[in-house]
């Protein structure tokens, strides 16, 4: 379930994010994939893979948002 590289991220994230945001979606994922590992720690019954792609790009929009004109992602 974790991610070996950039290139395994779903086409929508590696079609629409810049390459740093990959990176942090990539980071982030990984982290909840191990945190959330566990089913107790998981709200709701949701599925591993659900937990670590809403953490992933909770992490994202931290530093990033989407421009409504463009709709490309850009740094805050």
Do not use: C
């Not at 070996?4 to 979606?25: C, F, M, S, W």
């Not at 994922?29 to 809403?54: I, T, W």
Request: charged residues 40%; proline residues 5%; positive net charge.
């Amino acid at each position: 379930m974790p991610y070996k590289r950039l290139t395994e991220l779903p086409k929508g994230v590696r079609n629409n994010l810049p390459k740093h945001a990959q990176d942090i979606y990539f980071s982030a994922h990984n982290n909840a994939v191990k945190e959330y590992k566990d089913p107790a720690k998981r709200q709701f019954g949701r599925s591993l893979e659900e937990v670590a792609a809403r953490v992933a790009w909770a992490a994202v929009k931290e530093e990033y948002k989407k421009d409504k004109e463009s709709g490309k992602w850009k740094r805050k």
